[in-house]
């Protein structure tokens, strides 16, 4: 799956309940692999008429349709994946917002969670292994740096690591911290957490709403290695962090960023946050920056994706 930048396209499909749809649906993957687009195209057209709500169908006739450069018939497509599944699970809505259609909007919970179940048992391997990974790194050596210029120690009694995944962020800090709570949205990835044995407490959540089941200055240390790339609007989630944190606690996070303004949408499906955007949205927040610099999270295409690190500080 290209939101991920795995070196397979993999994606959680529906079958349709109709065998004849099914099978269509199944030998036009096959041709979408192989290249030959039109021929897929039309075997997808064939199963969308034997099941008109077959929601995988939709959404790959509308890849389909974007990678032969025909966009108003690749929105069409997308706009019935979405309406035959609701919770779009396949992210139709985003491919949306790439072809200018709708506008930017936050990513479907359904759709974050299925793209992390499915990946949760290898998703450690391919993003050390194949992806280069080095979030959890960037944001330890630059929570160390920025404790060691403040002149205050690195430890941290209670830290939370949101979208906390199988947990490389808490291998990282696990000298630093001594009760870690872990939330992500996928029951996959709490479950590859809990066995790696370094969190005190897991919960299946999203980010702002596991941070609202916490109390008021409980931590003493929030991050979010490559999380928020999965969220367009930050000012929800640092309000909580502030909130949860005790006074002096800080909040590391890693992004990917670009060059103009504001947030866009690449084309891996993840958004990117200008330099810009992000200081304003920590100083709304009402923390103190301490850190906000260029860094590389992880590669994709074999080329380093832009990103930038950051640490602020309650005061």
């Given at each position: 799956?290209t939101?991920?930048?795995f ?7 529906h ?7 099914d099978?269509r649906f ?6 979408q ?10 075997l ?28 108003d018939k690749?929105i069409a497509?997308f ?12 992210g139709?809505g985003?491919?949306l917002i ?11 919970k359904a759709?974050v969670?299925?793209l992390?179940d ?5 998703f ?5 292994n194949d ?8 944001i330890?050596?630059?929570?160390l ?6 002149k ?6 209670r830290?939370?690591d949101l979208?906390?995944g ?5 291998a ?9 709570i ?9 479950r590859?957490?809990r066995?790696?044995?370094l969190y005190?407490?897991?919960?299946v ?7 609202r ?14 999380a ?6 930050l ?15 800080v909040?590391?996070?890693t992004?990917?960023?670009h ?27 009402g ?8 860094a ?6 074999n ?6 690190v950051?640490?602020?500080e309650?005061?």
């Amino acid at each position: 799956m290209t939101n991920l930048g795995f070196p397979m396209p993999l994606r959680l499909f529906h079958s349709s309940g109709d065998l004849m749809a099914d099978r269509r649906f199944e030998f036009a993957r096959d041709l979408q692999l192989k290249g030959d687009l039109p021929a897929a195209a039309d075997l997808l057209e064939q199963a969308i008429e034997l099941a008109p709500n077959f929601a995988s169908a939709w959404f790959t006739l509308g890849e389909i349709r974007q990678q032969l450069g025909e966009r108003d018939k690749a929105i069409a497509a997308f706009r019935k994946s979405r309406e035959c599944d609701p919770e779009d699970q396949h992210g139709a809505g985003l491919h949306l917002i790439r072809l200018g259609d709708v506008q930017m909007t936050e990513m479907p919970k359904a759709y974050v969670q299925a793209l992390f179940d499915q990946y949760a048992p290898r998703f450690e391997h391919v993003l050390i292994n194949d992806l280069g990974y080095r979030a959890p790194a960037l944001i330890f050596k630059a929570v160390l740096a920025a404790r060691v210029a403040a002149k205050k120690p690195a430890f941290f009694k209670r830290t939370i690591d949101l979208g906390c995944g199988t947990g490389l962020a808490a291998a990282a800090f696990a000298r630093q911290v001594d009760h870690f709570i872990g939330i992500d949205l996928s029951s996959g990835m709490i479950r590859e957490a809990r066995a790696s044995g370094l969190y005190a407490e897991l919960e299946v959540a999203d980010m702002i709403e596991g941070l609202r089941g916490k109390g008021d200055a409980s931590a003493n240390l929030v991050v979010a290695a490559d999380a928020f790339v999965y969220l367009s609007d930050l000012a929800p989630v640092l309000t909580e962090a502030v909130r949860v944190l005790a006074s002096g606690g800080v909040l590391a996070f890693t992004l990917e960023t670009h060059d103009g303004s504001g947030i866009v949408l690449g084309e891996g499906l993840r958004y990117a946050h200008s330099a810009e955007y992000v200081r304003d949205a920590i100083a709304q927040a009402g923390l103190k920056l301490l850190t906000l610099e260029p860094a590389s999270p992880r590669n994709e295409n074999n080329e380093p994706v832009r990103g930038l690190v950051v640490v602020a500080e309650k005061t």
